[in-house]
């Protein structure tokens, strides 16, 4: 079984955002927790705990779906990415998509281009989509180990022009 890393986990969690009770998303499906749509109907509850147990084992039998579909296998970075995509468009969507042709010939920055074509709902761009697919691409090019990617707490202070060594490189 894939397991999606805690990177991609919380990826999809910003993205879907929590909702305790059913709702109808963008295009009408009942919809609850972190995004789950399976057999989800008017008048459903879930705690945000079972939410979390849920979208974890969600997001792993995605994983074993995107997984399959890999002729390269994905490193644990681009799997977590490719499966958030995955979750939110379905895996046949997923299995016909530009990202997963890039991917499997190795042009993973094609790939990471490609998530960006997956930002309509209802034949209408979403701003929502459009940050998801960006981070969703992000996470899929960043180097597997640069999860502690934090700024420093103190920087250096700027030199003056008169001592930069680009401005005396020209």
């Known amino acids: 079984m894939a397991k999606i890393n805690k990177a991609g986990i919380e990826l ?6 929590f909702r ?4 109808q998303d963008i295009v009408g499906v009942w919809t609850i927790g972190y995004g789950e749509t ?7 509850t879930i705690t945000m705990s079972n939410a979390h147990a849920n979208l974890v084992k969600r997001l792993n039998w995605f994983g074993e ?13 681009e799997l977590a990415a490719m499966t958030s995509l995955a979750y939110n468009i379905g895996v046949g969507g997923f299995r016909k998509s530009t990202v997963l042709k890039a ?4 042009d993973q920055e094609a790939a990471a281009r490609a998530f960006s074509l997956w930002n309509k709902a209802g034949g209408s761009v979403v701003k929502g989509l459009v940050r998801r697919r960006a ?10 180990g640069d999860e502690q990617c934090e700024m420093p707490q103190k920087i250096d202070a700027e030199k003056p022009l008169t001592q ?3 401005a005396s490189a020209g």
């Open 12 to 17: 999809v969690k910003e993205y879907e955002g």
């Open 20 to 23: 305790g009770e059913a709702y």
């Open 38 to 44: 399976n057999g989800v109907k008017a008048g459903d």
């Open 65 to 77: 779906k995107v997984q399959e579909a890999c002729t390269i296998a994905p490193n644990e970075n």
């Open 103 to 106: 991917h499997n010939r190795g």
């Open 135 to 144: 981070a969703e691409a992000a996470l899929y090019l960043r180097p597997v």
């Open 164 to 166: 930069s060594t680009i």
